[in-house]
């Protein structure tokens, strides 16, 4: 087993495991990491959850309420409809999103073709930001809004005219966040799908040259002696090419003559 293969196995999930119990450590604590968001729609989950009914939300006096519905109710589902009113119970569902989004940067790295190795690297550095850990704890709309927007543009990626998908995603992060989301990421859409139709080998070309960069001196040589080994068949193939063109006659000129 080389040493790449041993970190990917042991190692990097290792240190996710270490991650994850960071995430979680003291998620119900009155200091982590957080912003001034958090409060008002813990007060409005909690408000909502009193009144029985999905909707309307219910905010206090003083508290005005721009967003959509879906991450109240997620905090209305995971206290169940308040009885389990706990900071853990209601940060939890996030932190599930956050570790989703790593599972899916994972998966998406491994889709596109790249080595488990490098996977895992892919996946623990967006937990390592602090942007990641800031946000994607506390009882906030970005984590599950940063799922569903990344979901959107990872099943194109990793299914091939997956758009149908794509939009409910998308839809699905409209109701954490504003359906503003629409017109940004609609429009990333038709840029994405533009590119994939009008130059649909570039991506492919363009893995090729990063692995022939990211190519070991062993897989050069491997590569070399297998084109040692086809170099006869490739030379006839040429020889043929060649013969082809001096005995090309285009409409109303005469044929090259063959060579003796």
């Not at 995430?23 to 990491?33: E, M, R």
């Not at 623990?124 to 979901?151: A, D, H």
């Amino acid at each position: 087993m080389s040493p790449t293969e041993r970190r990917a196995r042991f190692l990097w999930p290792l240190v996710a495991v270490l991650g994850a119990f960071v995430y979680l450590f003291s998620l119900d604590g009155l200091y982590i990491p957080h912003i001034g968001d958090e409060a008002p729609y813990i007060e409005i989950a909690r408000l909502t959850a009193e009144s029985g009914s999905w909707l309307p939300l219910k905010t206090g006096s003083g508290l005005e309420n721009t967003k959509p519905p879906l991450l109240y109710w997620l905090g209305i589902v995971a206290t169940d409809w308040g009885s389990n009113w706990t900071l853990f119970r209601l940060r939890v569902p996030v932190v599930l999103f956050t570790f989703a989004t790593a599972v899916l940067t994972f998966w998406l790295s491994r889709k596109l073709g790249y080595e488990r190795e490098t996977a895992w690297i892919s996946a623990l550095t967006f937990l390592g930001f602090y942007s990641s850990f800031q946000y994607g704890r506390p009882f906030l709309i970005n984590s599950p809004e940063t799922f569903f927007v990344f979901l959107s543009f990872a099943l194109p990626l990793g299914f091939r005219e997956s758009w149908f998908a794509a939009g409910i995603a998308l839809g699905i992060a409209c109701l954490f966040k504003s359906f503003a989301l629409v017109a940004p990421v609609g429009l990333a859409f038709v840029w994405v799908g533009g590119r994939r139709r009008l130059f649909p080998g570039r991506r492919s070309i363009r893995e090729g040259q990063f692995r022939l960069l990211r190519g070991s001196p062993q897989h050069l040589g491997a590569t070399a002696q297998e084109n040692l080994r086809s170099r006869p068949a490739a030379l006839h193939l040429r020889h043929t090419h060649a013969d082809r063109l001096l005995h090309y006659r285009p409409s109303g000129r005469r044929p090259h003559p063959a060579p003796s």
